[in-house]
């Protein structure tokens, strides 16, 4: 026999909790875990799987970005780094100033 947990189902859990952490993210990006924690009243575990899992969003300088590229970005990410790479190899650490 197959025992029930009390209490509301995960999904609507689940729902609300995305909903909330969805609708504070179009608020102010520039959230941090904490400050979101205080204001939702949801775990701060919670609200990070929820931004990296579901809305797929990542930290980036401060600021919570989406983190799917498009085909063309990765592409134009790999030529930058590529000629950033050989300009190091070629200059060594004059390459940083």
Known sequence: MLWQRSGRPVSVRTDFTRVATEHLMDENRPWMLLELERVSGIEKRAIHR???DELH???IAARWVLHALMEVQRWLHYATYSDHFARCQQNGNQFLS
């Open 57 to 59: 969003l990542h930290k």
């Open 50 to 52: 929820i931004l990296r």
